[in-house]
């Protein structure tokens, strides 16, 4: 399958920090939709929990084995379907629920990476999402990782591609002070 064609490209985001992900654990792909992610991550190799409220998009990738597919709505009070699960990465693109925010940090194994990427403030101008409840305040991110985990990029502004749109995306790791910054080569 020509990913590039078929909508599954993986985010350049995601592609440029995966690398930091330990292999000896599982990654959560969380709102996983279509399974760009998912796919992109067991093609290399990686333990992938894929999560969202419709999984039927993942029908082809059924009998890959590395992969777990969980089929949870995360929002209208629902509990969280992962309790006392650790990640070694957790991916979330194109997706926010404040409310999330504490179980993923708490899920993110030590070492573990997160790598975040959605719509922000100002994205209104472009399309959707436009409603405020679903774009990050300036540096709502940041906030949400400082003095938790170890920021590694940052960036949050226009992008051209895959089309315009206002984002803030985040690489961080769950580490301790004195352990020495990661390659990114």
Request: hydrophobic share 40%.
């Amino acid at each position: 399958m020509n990913n590039a064609h078929s909508g599954l490209s993986p985010s350049p985001w995601v592609e440029r920090f995966a690398s930091l992900i330990p292999r000896n654990g599982t990654i959560l792909d969380l709102a996983c939709g279509a399974g760009r992610h998912t796919r992109f991550l067991t093609g290399q190799d990686y333990n992938v929990v894929a999560l969202d409220r419709d999984v039927s998009k993942l029908g082809d990738i059924l009998e890959e084995p590395r992969l777990e597919i969980v089929e949870a709505d995360l929002e209208n009070g629902n509990p969280w379907p992962l309790p006392d699960r650790l990640f070694s990465g957790i991916i979330v693109t194109n997706y926010l629920f404040r409310p999330l925010f504490p179980m993923l940090l708490n899920a993110l194994a030590e070492d573990g990476v997160l790598i975040y990427e959605t719509f922000a403030l100002g994205n209104e101008q472009f399309g959707k999402p436009a409603n405020p409840a679903f774009l990050l305040r300036p540096g709502e991110l940041l906030s949400t990782v400082q003095d938790k985990l170890r920021v590694v990029a940052f960036e949050e502004g226009v992008i051209e591609q895959p089309r315009q749109a206002v984002v803030q995306r985040l690489c961080a790791l769950r580490t301790k002070d004195k352990s020495p910054a990661p390659r990114l080569d």
